[in-house]
């Protein structure tokens, strides 16, 4: 099985999303499946005060939960270890990697069947496994496809959808053995899963990742649509759960508006097929479950989103992706473009505190901050907000108030500086805005034709004949003459 | 917020003798026309306008692109031009939006400004939610020259201001006035500011599939609210030499106004 190497940076941004913009088949397909899953959702939220109301609830929630994280988490582990569950703090993706080597050896497991995990991909899981020689095969279906074809996810919920039926066909039938070309969507997953059922068989470590986990039980909830994320958790005999630390709840009762949430916002479902509550390894007298139990809670960067106040809101994130579908941005760069596990808004919050501003600084701009990320998100995610902050934190030393981000002024350029602070001395005294404005008005012929990225799709823009203050009070003159 | 509804609410509730008009910096440089023809129609209604040449830019550009500081001063330049309790009417909801939501934030650590800035962001107004509100012109007398116009809502009107519906409010007033609807009207144009200079492909891409859709509904006229919507869609529009242009909504409804008895040639001036 093929294993992908990180190829694609967000250092890559510009370059890769100018590529994507002029693929007219790329555009073609995110625009389509985009389409789809912003009615899907609407149907789920036929009227704006329901939701709101509904988001109301998810947001107070969120907030709730992150404003007693250290607690929940102390809580959290407590119970888990009451469970029989090991609990793990990894502080970045090494971290977290070494951890999972460490239970494979002593498993002496050379496979690892998964499910779907955006936190492993953040982590590069497969590929930090393969390089000691241990497979992790992906179970969810778009996972695997992409798996097969050493390809990566381009969106957090559906991660196949930059492909189309008829690539997926071609590539079971070249990859399968046995499998002939079909382009019956039936056919194709249950040729996927005939191959999958053998290894959910032989693999002795099952991998998940983590919705919601309630520190008052101990429990984690991993909502799904396939049924993979059940057998991942069940067959093999060794379950490692990883997720982020910020996704700790209080009470079951908190998950009920956060699950209502997700589910409509990421699928336009009302209910997923698969709601799993997982609340410990198997016990005496049970028939079924891992025997043993791992939860990792990854931190890398989490805590720095958490340590200022104008970022905590980050953390809120459900990982529905309704911010990506309904971005005109990430609509038309695709998610590969962004080079991050998280593309789309939510990435470009998240990914400068993951990754450090320095190689992520190009996607907090690339917004043109028309805040549908910021009306769809499920959980009041105030996304151009926090875009804004982060392209000041890019741009800026940190004041004193705050303590600097990684990366914090990183993409500070001489010349923007300059220019921004000849703009504000031209424009707050406006004994010199004034003749500006009148010179700039009677020199519009000399503005340039080319005007950088203005002009790619557009004419100069030139200043009118006359300022609208000149040609007011001319009217105005004219009028009492008359 | 509060603060700020309230105002709307009172403006709302009677008419003032007199208003302030912030043009915006790009009105009153590259689109005069469109200030000229709002203070136009707000003086029909009887209505005193005074516009302040000291008034330069609500900070805007700045402020998106990370330069709040830069953006402060240019905002600092512009809080004491409004001393009277008078409305400040806005002729762009981006701008409004500037002034009503993020002046009190940029603020927010200097309590002499903030007040000043929350007084102003209290009587912030935009242009077409203060014609349907508070003017109450009645533009039944319009030409009725039959004419379909698209419209194009600024993102900041429709999710910062939440006064999208006011264009669509005042075009149904008229007579004559068929509104066709673009596909994906509600996504935004591609400007976004300095976005559109940051990321030229991405913004472009943006802009093509809006005049692509707009253009595609084979629509007389487009209007928008916000200048600054207009010069993105009108740059691309002569790029690609499409006869259309967009224009503000005053300079549409003055020019109804004013054409009243249904004169042939209003189409074409109205493109
Ligand atoms: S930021 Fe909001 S909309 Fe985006 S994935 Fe997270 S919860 Fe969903």
Redesign the interface.
């Known amino acids: 099985m093929s294993v992908t190497e990180h190829i694609v940076r967000p250092e890559d941004f510009?370059l890769r999303?100018?590529e994507s913009?002029?693929d007219p088949k790329l555009?073609g397909n995110f625009r389509g499946a985009m389409d789809f899953l912003i009615d899907k959702r609407a149907a789920q939220f036929p009227d704006n005060a329901t939701f709101t109301l509904l988001r109301k609830v998810g947001e107070t929630t969120r907030k709730h939960a992150l404003s007693r994280l250290p607690d929940l988490l102390d809580q959290l582990e407590i119970n888990l270890q009451r469970l029989g569950v090991n609990v793990h703090y990894a502080e970045n993706s090494a971290d977290a990697n070494r951890i999972f080597l460490e239970i494979a050896k002593k498993h002496h497991a050379d496979m690892m069947i998964k499910g779907k995990s955006m936190v492993s991909e953040e982590i590069e899981l497969n590929q930090a496994m393969a390089t000691e020689g241990i497979e992790c095969i992906e179970s969810d279906m778009g996972e695997y496809i992409l798996q097969i074809d050493g390809d990566r996810p381009s969106h957090i919920i559906m991660p196949a959808i930059h492909k189309t039926k008829q690539d997926i066909a071609k590539l079971f039938s070249e990859k399968i053995p046995g499998a002939t070309y079909t382009e019956d969507v039936d056919e194709l997953i249950s040729m996927g899963r005939s191959v999958l059922r053998d290894k959910f068989r032989d693999a002795r470590i099952g991998v998940s990742g983590v919705n919601f986990m309630i520190a008052e039980t101990g429990t984690i909830a991993l909502v799904e649509n396939e049924g993979n994320g059940r057998m991942c958790t069940t067959i093999p005999d060794v379950h490692i759960a990883i997720t982020g630390i910020e996704k700790v709840v209080e009470k079951l009762e908190h998950v009920v508006p956060l699950y209502a949430l997700l589910t409509r916002s990421a699928t336009g479902q009302a209910v997923s097929t698969y709601f799993n509550l997982i609340t410990g390894p198997r016990r005496v007298g049970e028939k079924d479950g891992p025997r043993e139990m791992h939860l990792i809670l990854l931190d890398n960067g989490r805590t720095q989103a958490y340590r200022e106040e104008k970022f905590r809101a980050t953390l809120q994130c459900i990982r529905c992706g309704a911010c990506m579908n309904h971005c005109?941005?990430y609509t038309?760069?695709g998610g590969h473009s962004y080079g991050t596990a998280y593309p789309g808004p939510i990435g470009s919050i998240i990914s400068p505190h993951l990754l450090g501003l320095s190689g992520t600084r190009?996607l907090p701009?690339?917004?043109?901050?028309?805040?549908?990320c910021?009306?769809v998100c499920p959980v009041g995610i105030p996304i151009p907000e926090i875009l804004?902050r982060?392209?000041?934190?890019?741009?800026?030393n940190s004041d004193g108030a705050d303590q600097a981000l990684r990366g914090q002024a990183s993409a500070r350029k001489m010349l923007e500086?300059l220019t921004?602070?000849a703009?504000?001395i031209l424009?707050?005294?406006?004994f010199l805005?004034?003749p500006f404005?009148f010179i700039?008005?009677r020199l519009r012929w000399l503005t340039p034709t080319n005007q950088?990225?203005?002009?790619?799709?557009?004419?100069?823009?030139?200043?009118?004949p006359?300022?609208?203050?000149?040609?007011?009070a001319q009217?105005n003159k004219q009028r009492e003459k008359n | 917020m509060n603060t700020a509804l309230q105002g709307a609410a009172q403006t709302a509730s009677k008419k003032p003798s007199q208003v302030y008009f912030f043009a915006t910096c790009v009105i009153d440089m590259f689109s005069p026309q469109s200030g000229l023809d709002a203070v136009d129609l707000i003086e029909r209604a009887g209505i005193k306008v005074l516009f302040p040449l000291k008034q330069s830019c609500c900070g805007q550009p700045a402020y998106t692109t990370g330069f709040s500081s830069d953006a402060r001063l240019v905002a600092a330049a512009q809080l004491d031009l409004f001393p009277a309790p008078w409305p400040v009417v806005v002729p762009s909801g981006s701008c409004g939006g500037m002034l009503r939501h993020h002046w009190p934030k940029l603020f927010a650590d200097d309590p002499v400004r903030l007040e000043k800035a929350r007084d102003i962001a209290a009587r912030t107004v935009e242009f077409s939610e203060f014609m349907v509100n508070t003017l109450g012109l009645d533009l039944s007398g319009a030409s009725a020259q039959p004419v379909t116009v698209a419209v194009h809502t600024s993102c900041t009107a429709r999710r910062e201001m939440d006064n999208h519906h006011h264009v669509r409010r005042l075009l149904k007033q008229m007579p004559g006035v068929e509104v066709v609807v673009q596909e994906h009207e509600s996504e935004c144009c591609g400007f976004g500011g300095t976005f559109s200079v940051k990321h030229p492909e991405i913004s472009s891409a943006m802009a093509r599939d809006k005049v692509d859709a707009i253009t595609a509904t084979g629509c007389d006229a487009l209007i928008s609210a916000d200048c600054g919507c207009l010069l993105n869609l009108n740059g691309n529009l002569e790029k690609r030499a499409d006869i259309l242009r967009g224009e503000h909504v005053a300079t549409f409804i003055r020019n109804r106004l004013d054409h009243s008895s249904g004169s042939p040639n209003r189409l074409e001036t109205s493109k």
């Open positions: 510009k999303s100018r913009v002029a555009r005109p941005v038309r760069v190009d701009t690339a917004s043109s901050l028309c805040g549908a910021g009306e804004m982060l392209r000041e934190a890019a741009r800026n500086a921004w602070k703009w504000r424009y707050s005294n406006s805005y004034r404005v700039a008005t950088a990225g203005w002009t790619t799709s557009r004419t100069p823009l030139r200043p009118a006359r300022a609208m203050r000149e040609l007011l009217r």
